[in-house]
């Protein structure tokens, strides 16, 4: 098993510009979520999802979209980049609801909005 | 403000020496996790306890909850040189639906050859 696979590792984008940071798992997990983490400030929860067709916002989800068509993909989208969204974004995955079961995390993106 | 909250922020210690790490919490939880991050990869779960349990123990790693006190430990026993990495504690946000998984700000932990 691959486990939680996320692409790109590192991505340089302009203010305004907009993309998407890929995430999937293959362990058949309905749980999956995106978190932020910046210095000094932990992990900050952005979007969620407790299965395929059924999302729902997390601590920071302003200026991020996210769908889940699948159980296995779970993409971020960044609308219009802000320099406010540099940091590293780790996606998770996990067999039922995050309180209650082991997060497996990817290796996470490196984001940097010029 | 966050959930967890660990201290110290940092810990430096000789090889062999144990590590202990506290994480405080303000809201009743029902489960506390442990987690560790080593310096430029993801997250690796290390160890969940229940709001019941008082001890868990896995390898040279033991946890203890205390939730008169809201507040949790882990202890790293005999460390060693790749024991060097951050470590959060997650808890519960608050919310009654399990979907929201709360982490502190981390301890970053320096074992000295």
């Known amino acids: 098993n691959a486990g939680v696979t996320q692409t790109p590792k590192f991505q340089v984008l302009k203010t305004g510009q907009s993309m998407t940071l890929q995430c999937a798992q293959d362990m058949n997990h309905e749980y999956m979520s995106w978190y932020r983490q910046d210095p000094g400030m932990g992990l900050r929860l952005i979007h969620y999802?407790?299965?395929?067709?059924?999302?729902d916002q997390g601590e920071v989800p302003n200026g991020y979209n996210v769908s889940r068509s699948t159980t296995e993909d779970f993409p971020l989208r960044l609308l219009s980049a802000a320099p406010s969204q540099t940091s590293v974004y780790f996606c998770?995955?996990?067999?039922?609801?995050?309180?209650?079961?082991?997060?497996?995390f990817g290796p996470g993106t490196r984001l940097t909005v010029l | 403000s966050q959930q967890g909250e660990e201290d110290p922020q940092a810990l430096s210690i000789q090889e062999g020496e144990n590590a202990t790490m506290n994480c405080s919490y303000k809201?009743?939880?029902?489960?506390l996790q442990w987690y560790r991050q080593n310096s430029g990869r993801g997250l690796v779960h290390l160890i969940l306890?229940?709001?019941?349990?008082r001890e868990k123990h896995s390898g040279r790693l033991r946890v203890t909850l205390d939730t008169s006190k809201k507040s949790s430990s882990l202890l790293i026993t005999a460390s060693r040189a790749a024991d060097t990495a951050s470590y959060f504690c997650?808890?519960?946000?608050?919310?009654?639906?399990?979907?929201?998984?709360?982490f502190g700000e981390g301890t970053q932990l320096t074992v000295n050859p």
């Open positions: 998770a995955s996990s067999r039922g609801l995050a309180v209650y079961n082991e997060q497996f």
């Open positions: 306890i229940r709001s019941n349990e």
């Open positions: 809201t009743s939880i029902n489960n």
């Open positions: 999802s407790v299965g395929a067709g059924i999302t």
């Open positions: 997650a808890t519960d946000s608050g919310e009654t639906s399990g979907s929201r998984l709360t």
